[in-house]
């Protein structure tokens, strides 16, 4: 029987079939501060927190104190003087309000001229609504390890959800990081990849044999080309009438469309060892075509491997997902995650981890 494996946010582990394997994720991977340019804790966790875009950061008395002139200066060319922000620069809200909570920090010590300044340049720019922004997210702690993703800023453009990430593409990342063994050398296809954030994720830190990305909106394969020549500046692009493919000796990375309401659509390409994907199953109107995918790619490869995340906004539309998935012969079992290792996720949102296999 093919089987299915569910990571989940619960206090105990219950399985819906007999027959199971354990894939929980590990603490045997460790955060590590591989930055040697900033010396600084207080100013490495400013950075930090600006670049992956969180506002939940807190300063200490005695991290306040430590922001001198010359660490807000060492701040600064870190952040909106480097070169990577300003070739892929954040939402300009965000900015606005991180570095207003900065100033309200600082507000009984030296503020470096470059952060009014800096503040009042953001007001000059007109409404963001339906533009595009970048977001940088932070392998291991290290400032020097860093996947940059341009997405929206609305959760919805262009009929399509798929063009920002998504907590669960964030979530699947960090369990991969921590599981790199089991991608290695294999063939990865990722269904609806959106921004296409999980997808490099394993073509940057796995090893694949190959790894392609597939969506089924024009708009959003656009976009995730364009990811792929941010994080992947190295490899040469071809363009084929099935796919766009970036290449060098050691990687193979191509985008293609992918439509899971036409199945016979499916190209013969299409042969993988692992199927990945990331808040795939929140639409009940999905969940046939889906999984009449799936089924198409075990019978190609009776040995194949599917991993799912997603969050679980409703109840029903996840047990109906488990029921079409027993109606092709796919067993699930459920298992607990642990906390986040490689990237920062909100670990208080009630999440699955599905994989599935032929035992």
């Known amino acids: 029987m093919r089987s299915c494996e569910v990571f989940f946010t619960e206090k105990s582990i219950r399985t819906l079939r007999k027959t199971i394997k354990t894939y929980a994720i590990t603490n045997s991977c460790t955060m590590a501060d591989n930055n040697k340019n900033i010396k600084n804790d207080t100013v490495h966790k400013l950075v930090k927190n600006f670049f992956i875009g969180s506002l939940k950061y807190e300063l200490t008395k005695d991290e306040i104190n430590e922001l001198s002139l010359v660490n807000q200066e060492i701040f600064l060319r870190s952040t909106i003087h480097s070169s990577l922000y300003k070739k892929y620069p954040l939402k300009v809200e965000f900015c606005r309000l991180f570095f207003k909570k900065l100033i309200k920090y600082l507000e009984y010590s030296e503020v470096h001229d470059d ?32 996947i940059t993703i341009k997405e929206t800023n609305n959760m919805v453009i262009n009929g399509t959800t798929g063009m920002k990430t998504w907590e669960a593409a964030i979530m699947l990342s960090d369990w991969i990081l921590c599981n790199k063994k089991i991608f290695y050398n294999q063939r990865i296809l990722e269904l609806g990849s959106g921004v296409g954030f999980t997808g490099i994720i394993v073509g940057k830190y796995c090893m694949p044999k190959s790894t392609t990305l597939t969506d089924c909106h024009s708009d959003v394969l656009d976009l995730l080309v364009e990811n792929i020549i941010i994080n992947f500046p190295d490899l040469q692009k071809t363009t084929s009438s099935q796919y766009q493919s970036f290449r060098n000796d050691e990687k193979v990375i191509d985008v293609a469309k992918l439509d899971w309401q036409c199945p016979e659509d499916v190209n013969d ?91």
């Open 269 to 359: 390409y299409y042969y993988p060892d692992i199927v990945i994907g990331a808040d795939i199953i929140y639409d009940p109107s999905i969940l046939l075509p889906l999984c009449n995918v799936l089924n198409i790619f075990f019978n190609r490869n009776p040995q194949l491997q599917v991993y799912i995340a997603s969050i679980i906004r409703n109840e029903e539309t996840f047990n109906q997902f488990l029921e079409v998935l027993d109606n092709i012969n796919v067993a699930v079992d459920k298992v607990i995650p642990t906390e986040c290792v490689y990237l920062n996720w909100d670990q208080e949102i009630k999440k699955y981890y599905p994989r599935a296999g032929l035992w």
């Open 115 to 146: 952060i009014y300044e800096f503040i009042c340049s953001l007001m000059k720019i007109k409404n963001e609504e339906n533009k595009f922004s970048y977001r940088h997210y932070i392998i291991e702690n290290s400032l020097k390890d860093i």
